[in-house]
């Protein structure tokens, strides 16, 4: 059974630095992608970043490309999204998500992820 468990969420204010991580077990993830979205109060689930486990290829939504990495720790099982500048519309609660199943081309839609962490809150203060 796949488990996620997100940590390193808080309050930080505008311009500052955050750095998620996401412990994973309970499966193989030799072919996996892992994602990070986040959900705004009264928002949908966003799409935020991924990242093929086999290779390290990354991807990322426009708002975040330049502030935000993705990364991942093959020995750790831990996938890590370091956060810079940040802005107070990036506060949200943020999930890590898992696909099992190996794809040629990134999954940015919710949907299309079958196992979620529990998801941790980030707060940037203006």
């Known amino acids: 059974q796949v488990q996620l468990v997100e940590s390193g969420g808080g309050l930080v204010q505008t311009g500052g630095s955050l750095r998620l991580s996401c412990a994973a077990s309970g499966s193989t993830f030799s072919s996996a992608t892992m994602a990070w979205f986040r959900q705004a109060p009264g928002k949908e689930r966003d799409f935020v970043a991924a990242v093929y486990w086999s290779i390290g290829s990354t991807y990322y939504a426009d708002s975040v490309k330049g502030r935000f990495t993705i990364s991942r720790d093959n020995a750790k099982n831990t996938v890590y999204l370091q956060m810079n500048s940040l802005k107070p519309e990036d506060t949200a609660v943020y999930y890590c998500?898992?696909?099992?199943?190996?794809?040629?081309?990134?999954?940015?839609?919710?949907?299309?992820?079958?196992?979620w962490g529990q998801g941790t809150q980030v707060t940037v203060s203006s």
């Open positions: 998500a898992v696909r099992l199943a190996r794809t040629s081309v990134f999954r940015t839609q919710a949907r299309e992820y079958a196992y």
